[in-house]
C-alpha cells in the first residue's frame, strides 16, 4: 500500500501532470456553464487525449470531470435552473436566497461545502481501497432497487404541505419516463406510433422544459430581477456576503460530514449517480437540523449545505464500483471506463494489486482539483453576484438561447426542441399550481435502473428477496423516511406558521376580486392537470396488456402506487382545500407581485411565449445561425429597449459562439433549415 502512495505520487506531482490539471481546469469551468456542455465535451475531450501518456491523459480526465462539476450551483442558484441533472435540490433554498439578495451567501456556501465534500469523498476512496470490494458484494439488485426508489420517494415527501401532490408527481415521473424501448425485452411501450419516442423522452430537453423556461418565464411575467430585496447593497457587500456565506458553512462542519458520507455511500451503488445522494442528503437535513421543517425551502443555508457536500463527495464513491467490479458509477463514468480500456487498462479485482497506485492516484486527483477549482469560483462569486440584478428582458432572452442551443446540442435533434416545448408547458402548469416538478426529473434519471434491478432481482431472488437482511434494512430506512416526512408535515401544519396560509399563486394583485376569480382558476389548472395524470395511468394500464411480463411490472407498480395519492388529490379538491404554503419545499413558486395589473402580466406572458415559439419555428425554417442571434437581437430590441451597439453586440458574441465553439471545437451538426432546403443552398456548417 505505502510502495503504491509512493509511487502514484511521483507519477502526479510530477511536472506533466500538474500543467496538463492547470490547463484543463478554466475550459472546464467555462464549458460547464453551458446548458448540457458537460457530457458531449467530456467525450470529445477524451477521444483527443488517448494518445497521451496514461499518467498525464487520467489527470486530464478526473480533473476535467471534477472542475465541470463546480459550476452546477452557478445557475441553480442564480437562476433556478439545474447546471446538470444531479442539482434540483440546490434550487429550493439556493435560489430562495438568490431572491432574498443573499446569492453570495449562497455561493459562498454551496462552493466551501463542495470543497470539503470532495476531500472526504477523496478520503473515503482511499480508506475504501481495502474494503471497497466485501461492501460492494454485501448488496445486491435487491438493494440497489430500494435505493434507486428512496431517490423518488425522498423527492415526493419533501412537498411542504403538497406531500400527496409530490408522491403523485413521483409515481407520474416514473410512469412516463417508462415511454419507448424496455431495458428488459425488446417491448415498445406507449409511444403513441412516434419513432422518436422509442427511446423514451430525454433528459436534458425534459430537464429544461421543467425549469428553464418556467423560471424565464416568471421573471418576464411579473418584470422583475432575480433578486428582489437588498438591491441597495447587494453588489456593495457581494464580497462580505461570500465570506459570510463560508462562515456558516464552516459552523455546521457536521452537516457537511453527514452529507459528504451519504454521498459516498450512494455513489459507491453502482448506476445510481448523484441525483438520488442530492435528495437523501437535503431530507436528511431537513429531518435532523434544528428548526429546518419550518426553515427549508424559505431561503435556509442548510439546504445549500447539505446538497453540495454531497455533490462533491460523490465523485470518491462513483469511482469505487468503476474501478474494482468495471460497473459505471454513473453516465460520466461509463465513458471514463471505456477511456481506461482504451488506454489498455482494464478495470476490475485486478486494479487493487495490478494499477493500485493508479487509484491512489484518482483519490488526490478528486482532492487536488476541489482545492485548485473552488478558489477560483469563489474569486468570480461576487461577479456572478450581478446576474440576479439584470433586468428581465435582458436576461431571459440571453438564457433561453443557451437553452435551445443545449437542448439541440443533445443529440442533434429537432424533436428534442418539441420535448423540450411540451415539458415547458407542463412545467409552466406545475409551477403555478404548486405542483413539485423535481419528481418528474429523477424518476427520468433513475427509471431504467429501477427497472433493471426490480427485474434481476425478481429473477435471481423471487419472494425471498423479501427476506434478506440486507434488504429488510433498507426497506426499514424508506419506510422510516416516509414516516417521519409525513409526521414532519403533520405537525407543520399543527404548529402554524408561514406555512399555514391557504394560497393559491404565489401572488397578490390586491384585488379581491381577481382573488376569487384565482382560486377558480387554481381548480381548473388542477383539474387540467389531475386529468393528464389520469389519462397517462390508463393508456399505460391499457396498453401493458399487450407487453410481456417483464416489461409491464414497473408500469403497473408505478400506477398502483400513484392511483391512491391521485384519489386523494381529487378528494382534497372535491372538499374545496386548497394548496398550501408559500414557499413550497420542492419547488419554487412565481414571484409576489404587488399592484400589477392582471392584464399586463397575461400580455407579458404571453409575449414570451410566442418568442419561445417563434424561435423554435425559425430554427426549424432558417437553422440556429440565422434564428439565434436575430432572435435574441430582436427581443432585446423589441422588449428590453437596448440600443443599437448592445442589439448588434449580443448577435455577434452568438454567432461567434456557434461558429467558434459548436461548429469548429465540438463538430455539432445542424439541421438543415426547410427554406434552404427547397431554395437547395448547401450550408457551410452543414455537412
Not at 449517480?273 to 442548510?302: L, N
Not at 429473477?459 to 425471498?464: D, F, L, N, R, T
Not at 395511468?537 to 408500469?555: D, K
Not at 402506487?561 to 408559500?582: D, M, N, Y
Request: proline share 6%; aromatic share 10%; net charge neutral.
Amino acid at each position: 500500500m505505502w510502495e503504491a502512495m509512493v509511487s502514484a505520487a511521483q507519477h502526479l506531482f510530477s511536472p506533466g501532470p500538474l500543467i496538463a490539471i492547470a490547463l484543463i481546469v478554466p475550459i472546464a469551468l467555462l464549458n460547464g456553464l453551458l446548458v448540457s456542455g458537460g457530457i458531449p465535451v467530456y467525450v470529445l475531450l477524451l477521444g483527443l487525449i488517448t494518445h497521451l501518456d496514461l499518467w498525464i491523459a487520467i489527470p486530464i480526465a478526473i480533473a476535467y470531470a471534477a472542475a465541470n462539476d463546480a459550476t452546477e450551483p452557478i445557475p441553480s442558484i442564480l437562476l433556478g435552473v439545474p447546471g446538470s441533472k444531479s442539482s434540483q435540490a440546490t434550487i429550493i433554498d439556493g435560489h430562495a436566497m438568490a431572491r432574498q439578495g443573499r446569492a453570495g451567501e449562497a455561493l459562498g456556501a454551496a462552493y466551501i461545502s463542495s470543497m470539503i465534500g470532495g476531500w472526504i469523498g477523496g478520503f473515503t476512496l482511499l480508506l475504501a481501497i481495502p474494503i471497497a470490494r466485501e461492501i460492494l458484494e454485501f448488496f445486491g439488485s435487491a438493494e440497489f432497487f430500494l435505493l434507486s426508489m428512496l431517490g423518488i420517494a425522498t423527492v415526493g415527501i419533501l412537498s411542504s404541505g403538497a406531500m400527496v401532490k409530490g408522491l403523485l408527481t413521483a409515481f407520474f415521473g416514473l410512469t412516463i419516463s417508462l415511454v419507448g424501448f424496455s431495458p428488459i425485452t425488446t417491448d415498445v411501450r406507449a409511444t403513441l406510433g412516434i419513432a422518436y419516442l422509442w427511446d423514451g423522452f430525454p433528459l436534458i430537453p425534459a430537464l429544461m422544459g421543467l425549469f428553464a423556461f418556467p423560471e424565464m418565464a416568471s421573471l418576464v411575467m411579473f418584470n422583475t430581477t432575480v433578486a428582489t430585496a437588498r438591491l441597495d447593497r447587494l453588489l456593495i457587500e457581494s464580497q462580505k456576503d461570500v465570506w459570510k456565506g463560508i462562515r456558516e458553512a464552516l459552523r455546521h462542519k457536521f452537516l457537511i460530514f453527514r452529507s459528504s458520507i451519504i454521498g459516498t455511500f450512494v455513489g459507491m451503488m453502482p448506476g445510481l449517480g448523484a441525483t438520488p445522494a442530492h435528495w437523501i442528503a437535503y431530507a436528511h437535513a431537513c429531518q435532523t437540523e434544528r428548526g429546518a421543517r419550518k426553515s427549508f425551502g424559505t431561503g435556509d443555508i442548510r439546504g445549500v449545505i447539505a446538497p453540495e457536500a454531497a455533490n462533491n463527495a460523490i465523485d470518491g464513491g462513483v469511482l469505487i464500483p468503476t474501478l474494482i467490479f468495471s460497473i459505471p458509477g454513473s453516465a460520466p463514468m461509463a465513458i471514463f471506463l471505456s477511456f481506461l480500456i482504451l488506454k489498455g487498462v482494464q478495470p476490475g479485482p485486478a486494479m487493487l494489486t495490478e494499477h493500485l497506485d493508479l487509484i491512489i492516484a484518482l483519490a488526490w486527483i478528486i482532492i487536488l482539483a476541489n482545492l485548485v477549482v473552488v478558489p477560483i469560483v469563489l474569486w468570480f462569486a461576487p461577479l456572478l453576484v450581478r446576474l440576479t440584478l439584470f433586468p428581465p428582458n435582458i436576461l431571459a432572452p440571453l438564457v433561453m438561447g443557451l437553452v435551445l442551443i443545449g437542448v439541440f446540442q443533445n443529440a442533434q435533434s429537432l424533436g428534442d426542441l418539441v420535448v423540450f416545448a411540451a415539458f415547458g408547458v407542463l412545467g409552466l402548469f406545475m409551477k403555478a399550481y404548486g405542483w413539485p416538478r423535481p419528481p418528474i426529473i429523477v424518476a427520468i434519471v433513475l427509471s431504467e435502473i429501477i427497472e433493471k434491478y426490480l427485474w434481476i432481482s425478481v429473477q435471481a431472488y423471487g419472494v425471498s428477496m423479501l427476506a434478506r437482511p440486507q434488504f429488510l434494512g433498507i426497506l426499514f430506512v424508506v419506510v422510516a423516511v416516509l414516516a417521519i416526512g409525513y409526521r414532519t408535515q403533520r405537525r407543520g401544519l399543527e404548529d402554524g406558521g408561514p406555512n399555514d396560509q391557504p394560497v393559491v399563486l404565489e401572488n397578490d394583485f390586491g384585488n379581491r376580486t381577481w382573488q376569487r376569480r384565482i382560486i377558480t382558476i387554481e381548480m381548473v389548472g388542477e383539474l387540467v392537470l389531475l386529468t393528464a395524470v389520469a389519462a397517462t395511468f390508463a393508456y399505460f394500464a391499457w396498453e401493458s396488456r399487450r407487453w410481456g411480463a417483464g416489461t409491464a411490472l414497473l408500469p403497473r407498480i408505478a400506477i398502483a402506487l400513484g392511483t391512491p395519492f391521485w384519489v386523494a388529490r381529487v378528494i382534497t379538491l372535491i372538499r374545496g382545500e386548497r394548496s398550501r404554503s408559500k414557499s413550497r419545499i420542492m419547488d419554487i413558486g412565481f414571484f409576489e407581485a404587488n399592484a400589477e395589473s392582471p392584464r399586463d402580466v397575461a400580455v407579458r406572458l404571453i409575449s414570451f411565449n410566442c418568442w419561445v415559439v417563434g424561435m423554435m419555428v425559425g430554427i426549424w425554417l432558417l437553422g440556429f445561425h440565422v434564428t439565434i442571434p436575430l432572435g435574441v437581437a430582436f427581443y432585446l430590441r423589441r422588449y428590453a429597449g437596448t440600443g443599437w451597439s448592445g442589439t448588434l453586440m449580443a448577435a455577434a458574441i452568438y454567432e461567434a459562439l456557434l461558429i467558434g465553439l459548436y461548429d469548429t471545437i465540438v463538430g455539432l451538426q445542424w439541421n438543415e433549415p426547410l427554406i434552404f432546403q427547397i431554395l437547395g443552398i448547401q450550408l457551410p456548417w452543414i455537412s
